[in-house]
């Protein structure tokens, strides 16, 4: 049981209070020096892509419902409370959105494309508008919900791609509009950039084979984006469909907040559920992408489910034959192969990553339509008898949670202070955060704090990763306002990390005192919080501009008085049949309303 000596001052995980992450050496790190791996998923807004779940086309009369659908995804994969813990999103700029109808960008015969790989009908105009309207406000979205953004350009590199060529025109004008936009630059330490989508082969502009060409291709965008000002951390791509990046070691790019951006599948780096010695994969990842040593890296393509028939259903990139599987592109199982691939993960220790698709994780339409956050292929694999862990969906449902423990942003990871705070719930600036969700801002003065509240904004505090602040020795949280609160004005209590998970929520509408019982704590569905670990308090309205004038927030025994200079719970070693303790094991002489222990019993006093 956690005493008030282990309670963390905790800052804010939303949109624009997202802390920025660096680069220092090969590891990601935040403002606090924390190492940071990151873990979520890629996808991509495009009607085909999505399943048609938001409409057909890609145009203005699209934005809003396309919007719409990603904030719902980013709500089930950073659902906690239903095991979901993803903080990173790779967002493709689909090219349905920057291709228009006619052939506008001039493309070399040799590096002529199909599909996606042909990037001739390039309007950059319609880039610069879609960046604005609909991109952005995807990346918005996923920073509210607490992911960081990885934005990768629109389609894949042709087979071939050279050194003052087409396609590097092409790149370096996307970077060159994306990183104008204020918004990406003044969040450019929430957001990564990803330079390329699978390189195959990059030559110089003779066409000849060199170690230097992939430095002399990127270097001069990588240049650019920070002649723009972005001073985010730009991610690398290799050939080979990025699982080559020797060279880098000979040639490197140069600057700061630079990392490399890595696929992985079934069959790579000599690994398959054929052959999956861990040490072998190990050694082959460190001989094959030797920047591992030197810089961080996110694999930003990645999924795996295991066979389900003996059919081929396609050859890979190195064309390898793949077996039908149960939806992903790789087919291999968490057992064999993805032993092999975690040990890679846990060996180096500076590998983030992002599934290849919002689907390889969670069963996107038991969500959508169902309200329900289930792993990827769980539902069909029980009902084939076959054990879910062996696809990505449910392996990462765990992989994920446990990573998340130790390697997070220090906007959910504080040191403790050393000493017993006096009042938890201080109104001042270095406890109460007014941005748990949303631009919302708090003035303090002697006599009072006064809050402006954004709609379905929350400010207050929130309290270590777990289990939380225990206040089950106390029995009333007051909240005191210095006049009556207006219409629409609610207290919650969290036992959740998780904004999006229940509160219990208490409507503060035309008053100016309310006495919180912490031993009857209930949501609106009768779900009971536990007081041993509670996460978060705080205000919320739907109203804009709302005003909330704070007296004093405190912890009381009788609802009338503050329980001031806190000491850390101490159990009472010789404790008799007869007395009170409180569930800290400390004897309380005068019991008032709440729970205690007697008897070596729990009792409650009402």
């Known amino acids: 049981m956690m005493c008030l000596a282990s309670i963390m001052a905790m800052a804010q995980v939303n949109y624009g209070k997202l802390v920025p992450l660096h680069v220092d050496g090969n590891q990601f790190k935040d403002p606090s020096g924390n190492t940071v791996v990151l873990h979520g998923v890629m996808d991509t807004p495009s009607p085909y892509f999505n399943s048609y779940r938001w409409g057909n086309s890609c145009n203005d009369a699209s934005v809003a419902s396309c919007v719409n659908y990603f904030d719902k995804l980013f ?7 239903n095991g979901a813990y993803c903080n990173l999103f790779r967002l493709h700029l689909d090219p349905c959105w920057t291709n228009g109808n006619a052939t506008t960008w001039k493309v070399d015969s040799r590096e002529k494309g199909t599909g996606e790989a042909d990037f001739s009908k390039y309007t950059p105009t319609r880039l610069t508008k879609y960046m604005r309207t609909l991109y952005w406000r995807i990346a918005q979205a996923g920073m509210k919900h607490g992911l960081y953004i990885i934005m990768r350009p629109p389609g894949v590199c042709p087979g071939t791609i050279y050194v003052g060529g087409s396609y590097q025109k092409y790149l370096m004008d996307v970077w060159d509009r994306v990183t104008k936009n204020d918004s990406i630059l003044k969040y450019s330490g929430q957001i990564s950039i990803e330079l390329a989508n699978e390189p195959i082969g990059v030559r110089m502009a003779d066409g000849s084979e060199s170690d230097q060409a992939l430095h002399d291709f990127f270097q001069p965008i990588v240049d650019k984006i920070r002649e723009n000002g972005f001073k985010g951390i730009v991610l690398v791509p290799g050939t080979g469909y990025q699982s080559n990046y020797r060279s880098y070691i000979k040639y490197p790019i140069t600057g700061d907040q630079i990392g490399f951006a890595v696929h992985n599948y079934a069959g790579w780096y000599g690994t398959s559920d054929d052959s999956y010695n861990s040490q072998t994969s190990i050694a082959n990842f460190g001989n094959q992408v030797p920047v591992v040593f030197t810089n961080p890296i996110v694999i930003t393509e990645v999924d795996w489910s295991p066979q389900n028939t003996s059919v081929i259903d396609h050859y890979n990139e190195f064309n390898q034959p793949v077996y039908k599987n149960y939806g992903t592109w790789a087919t291999a199982s968490t057992s064999k192969w993805g032993k092999a691939y975690k040990a ?19 069963d996107i339409d038991d969500y959508i339509y169902r309200k329900k956050v289930t792993p990827a292929f769980k539902t069909k694999m029980e009902a084939n008898g076959v054990d879910p862990y062996e696809a990505c969906g449910v392996a990462c449902f765990q992989w994920y949670k446990d990573y998340y423990t130790v390697n997070y942003a220090a906007a959910e990871r504080y040191q403790p202070i050393n000493e017993v705070p006096e009042r938890p719930f201080e109104l001042s600036k270095e406890w109460f955060i ?5 631009e919302n801002s708090a003035t303090h003065t002697a006599t009072m704090s006064l809050l402006k509240m954004k709609a379905n904004g929350f400010a207050g505090w929130r309290f270590t990763e777990e289990p939380g602040i225990d206040l089950s020795g106390y029995n009333y949280l007051v909240v005191k306002l210095m006049r009556n609160a207006s219409k629409n004005t609610f207290f919650r209590i969290y036992d959740s990390a998780n904004y999006w998970a229940e509160p219990c929520e208490f409507d503060m509408g035309n008053i100016k005192e309310l006495k919180i019982d912490l031993h009857d704590l209930k949501t609106a569905s009768g779900e009971i919080l536990d007081p041993t670990h509670i996460r978060m308090a705080g205000f919320t309205t739907p109203v804009n501009d709302l005003s909330v004038y704070v007296k004093d927030v405190f912890l009381s025994i009788d609802g009338e008085t503050e329980a001031t200079a806190i000491t850390a719970p101490v159990a009472d070693t010789n404790q008799t049949d007869d007395a009170y303790y409180d569930l800290s094991g400390r004897r309380v002489t005068h019991p008032t309303k709440g729970i205690y222990i007697k008897g070596g019993k729990k009792i409650l006093i009402k």
């Open 75 to 81: 709500t089930a994969i950073t659902d906690s409370t």
């Open 344 to 362: 890679i993960l846990d060996y180096y220790g500076n590998i983030s990553m992002t599934l290849t698709g919002t689907g390889d994780f969670i």
């Open 434 to 438: 007014p941005n748990i969700l949303y």
